[in-house]
């Protein structure tokens, strides 16, 4: 079975750092893109970053480009977000997302999210 | 910055069809996918590359894209399709998603 569970979430204080952490399951993780994608609080999807199969291309949003680092492990099958000078508006869920190779297509694979809130 | 324009709602009666649009500049000459997201659930692709359905997707799903214009139509609505959808596409080497639009089955 195909999973991506996601873990690290937490609260943190404003200026705080948080390390997010997604783990799958079920594919071949080095051979596919991987993303991470936020929900603040009723609000809609926000992409945060991308990096693909072998680490060679990373992209970010810009509301958090110079504050977050994303990285993986193939040898793990793990994702991770590094997080840091955290704000009130970081608040969300962040999910992790598979993207497969093939030009223009979707996430097809998430996980359940973790919750990041951020408050003094 | 490339932005994708969703209407913030769209209401339906059962059995009808609803029709989704989204809207950007160029949006035809890129490939659009959509995601739908029950209250509580994590988002679901339901439709990749304009017009390809994921395995486990109904057919009463379909998307098409030309123009300024990418649309999400369901035949058929029944109330499990109550939920938000959510429009991507790529700019460049960066994902953008449209505000979503909340589907109602009245």
């Known amino acids: 079975e195909v999973q991506v569970v996601e873990s690290g979430g937490g609260l943190v204080k404003p200026g705080g750092s948080l390390r997010l952490s997604c783990v799958v399951s079920g594919f071949n993780f080095s051979s596919y893109s991987m993303n991470w994608v936020r929900q603040a609080p009723g609000r809609g999807l926000e992409w945060v970053s991308s990096i693909d199969s072998s680490s060679t291309y990373i992209y970010y949003a810009d509301s958090v480009k110079g504050r977050f680092t994303v990285s993986r492990d193939n040898a793990k099958n793990s994702l991770y977000l590094q997080m840091k000078s955290l704000r009130a508006e970081d608040t969300a869920v962040f999910y992790c997302a598979r993207l497969p190779l093939s030009s223009g297509h979707g996430m097809d694979v998430w996980g359940q999210g973790t919750t990041v809130t951020v408050s003094s | ?106």
């Open chain 2, 1 to 106: 910055s490339y932005d994708l324009t969703q209407p913030l709602s769209v209401s339906v009666s059962p059995g009808q069809t609803a029709s989704i649009s989204c809207s950007g500049e160029n949006l035809g000459d890129k490939y659009v996918s959509w995601y739908q997201q029950r209250p509580g659930q994590s988002p679901v692709l339901v439709i990749s590359q304009d017009t390809r359905r994921p395995s486990g997707i109904p057919e009463r799903l379909s998307g098409s894209n030309s123009g300024n214009t990418a649309t999400l139509t369901i035949r058929g609505t029944q109330a499990m399709d109550e939920a938000d959808y959510y429009c991507q596409a790529w700019d460049g080497s960066t994902v953008v998603f449209g505000g979503g639009t909340k589907l109602t089955v009245l």
